[in-house]
């Protein structure tokens, strides 16, 4: 099991930019292919981004591509997601998760059902 806590959301006008972080404990994530999602009010939880253990595979949504950015840091624990040009549709909850330990070091998934651990969320808002 990993624990994983996100932080950086916060609240910016439409246009701006946030960097979201989650940190894992308990157990390194280079292990783990890891992936962002994000649920707004009264909506399911929906895929973000996904990158695999060696970042070499990376998926994006394709309401995010090119304005979001995905990377990790497996040294450091640390998962980031790079928001750029953010929408008010944008608004929402923003989770990470990892993914089965000792997964193929290539794959990434889009599935929330692939992951099997998550942080508590942080939140993001985007004013009009």
Request: proline residues 2%.
């Amino acid at each position: 099991q990993v624990q994983l806590v996100e932080s950086g959301g916060g609240y910016v006008q439409t246009g701006g930019s946030l960097r979201l972080s989650c940190t894992g404990s308990g157990r390194s994530i280079r292990w783990s292919p890891m992936g962002w999602f994000r649920q707004a009010p009264g909506k399911e939880r929906e895929f973000v981004s996904a990158i695999s253990r060696n970042s070499v595979n990376i998926l994006y949504a394709d309401s995010v591509k090119g304005r979001f950015t995905i990377s990790r840091d497996n040294a450091k624990n640390t998962l980031f997601l790079q928001m750029t040009s953010l929408k008010p549709e944008d608004t929402a909850v923003y989770y990470c998760a990892a993914g089965a330990s000792l997964s193929n070091i290539y794959y990434a998934g889009r599935g929330s059902n692939e992951y099997d651990n998550w942080g508590q969320g942080t939140q993001v808002t985007v004013s009009s």
